[in-house]
C-alpha cells in the first residue's frame, strides 16, 4: 500500500517560514520523481516544485528564490523549505510521486495559511 503523508503545515506572518515534509512508503522511492503541489481555494492545482530521481530540480516562477525542494532517498522524504511566505502562498500543500511506468500518487494534502 502506497502511503504519501505530508506534514509541517500551519499558520504563519507574512514574511515567515515552513519546512514541509512527505514520507513515502509502499514505493521504491529512488526511481520516482517527487514533486510539491498546491491548490488554494477556487483555483486549479497547481505544480509549486519537483526533483527528479537524479535531484534535478524545478520551481514555478511564483516560488523561484523562496523556496527550496530537496529529497532524501535514505529516509524516503521529500522536503520543501519556504522562506519569504506571503499571503498568495496560502493552499493545501500536496505531495505528489510520478514515475512514468510504475504510476503516480497522491497524499493527503496539508494546509499552509500565510496571515498576519
Known amino acids: 500500500q502506497v502511503q504519501l503523508v505530508e506534514s509541517g503545515g500551519g499558520l504563519v506572518q507574512p514574511g515567515g517560514s515552513l519546512r514541509l515534509s512527505c514520507a513515502a512508503s509502499?514505493?521504491?522511492?529512488?526511481?520516482?520523481?517527487m514533486g510539491w503541489y498546491r491548490q488554494a481555494p477556487g483555483k486549479q492545482r497547481e505544480l509549486v516544485a519537483d526533483i527528479t530521481n537524479g535531484g534535478r530540480t524545478n520551481y514555478a516562477d511564483a516560488v523561484k528564490g523562496r523556496f527550496t525542494i530537496s529529497r532524501d532517498n535514505t529516509k524516503n522524504t521529500v522536503t520543501l523549505q519556504m522562506n519569504s511566505l506571503k499571503p498568495e502562498d496560502t493552499a493545501v500543500y500536496y505531495c505528489n510521486a510520478r514515475n512514468s511506468d510504475l504510476g503516480g500518487y497522491w497524499g493527503q494534502g496539508t494546509q499552509v495559511t500565510v496571515s498576519s
Open positions: 509502499g514505493i521504491i522511492f529512488r526511481l520516482f520523481a
